[in-house]
């Protein structure tokens, strides 16, 4: 069921959970859980090497997958690269994206701090901070197109 966006909160696609796992061959696996625009809950999974980079890049890469899915694949995106990097006390984990949909190509970089023992939810985080800004654009998009039918 659809749950309305109130007017003070902006369209986004929000984490509901994660759920990470290991292979024998040392492949890292994150299976995200997001909430799309229009309420309803979709999965992702991404796969990468167990090392403190692979763990931001598979949950950059299952967020990615969620996301696709969340908007039944109208916007097509796709992971350049994840890098973390040490600022302070903390990771910096910096995704960056590039995409098209009908109405435009897009180059989205998303970035967020996180602790040591955050970095895959840094890479969800991050992955999600760079598309929401045009997520939000394409929703009303959308939204409008829908009512003009």
Do not use: W
Not at 16 to 29: L, Q, Y
Request: net charge neutral; aromatic share 2%; charged share 30%.
């Amino acid at each position: 069921m659809s749950r309305p966006t109130p007017p003070d909160r902006r369209a986004r696609v929000r984490l509901h959970s994660i759920e990470t796992g290991s292979t024998k061959d040392a492949r890292f696996i994150v299976d995200v859980r997001v909430e799309g625009l229009d309420g309803r809950l979709c999965e992702g999974r991404g796969e990468a090497s167990d090392t403190p980079d692979g763990r931001a890049r598979a949950g950059a890469e299952a967020a990615l997958d969620a996301l696709t899915r969340a908007t039944d694949g109208r916007l097509q995106l796709e992971v350049r690269g994840v890098k973390l990097v040490r600022a302070f006390d903390a990771h910096m984990v910096i995704v960056s994206l590039r995409g098209k949909s009908s109405l435009q190509a897009y180059h989205l970089i998303g970035s967020i701090a996180t602790a040591d023992d955050q970095l895959v939810r840094g890479g969800v985080l991050a992955l999600l901070d760079s598309t929401n800004r045009i997520l939000e654009k394409y929703a009303t998009r959308s939204e409008e197109g829908a009512e003009e039918e």
